[in-house]
């Protein structure tokens, strides 16, 4: 098993979208590479078919905080509730435990 | 803002598959259908693209071990080491907060 790095936190952000997603792709590349910067980021999955689901995972609860707050993400989350998203779900965690599994070839 | 109903568990498995996913489909269809017949199972959302999310939600930590344990669900977990997955992380979190959007026809 590979070293647990826990505690830490992820937020899982559940979506599913409008029929008009017009400049929604470029924007969700912003804003992960905007994330990336923030102080805390520790990494990003994204999966979308049906649902669409982000987990981001963060050092603190108030990185997330700062992140939710900031600017240019205030600007595409508000974009967000207007054009893109019919319904979203957003889950603060703290992640107690993790374990990983990788392939012997 | 909808009722927060925070304090339960999430697992957030995130996986890369290998070429050979064979029979693979089947199987997670009945894992989710075993998996919501569980006590304390809450609900469960999937994606995939490059890699695979899936977020199961849960009343307690012994609900999830409870899961992990299950004879079907164990032969899954092997099947899934030796034929599907080339990487899957675990991770067993306690979400704290929630919050939610719907939007307004």
Known sequence: MIKDHTPYYAVIFTSTQTENIK???EMANQMENLAKQQDGFLGI???R???????????SLDDIK????????LIAQQRGRIDWYNWYKVRICKVEREYEFT???
Do not use: M, P
Request: hydrophobic letters at 20%.
């Open 66 to 73: 700062n992140w939710k707050q900031q600017t240019d993400h």
């Open 45 to 47: 999955e994204s999966a």
């Open 49 to 59: 078919n049906d649902v669409g689901i982000t987990v981001s995972y963060w050092k």
């Open 103 to 105: 392939k012997k070839h």
């Open 23 to 25: 400049g929604y792709t």
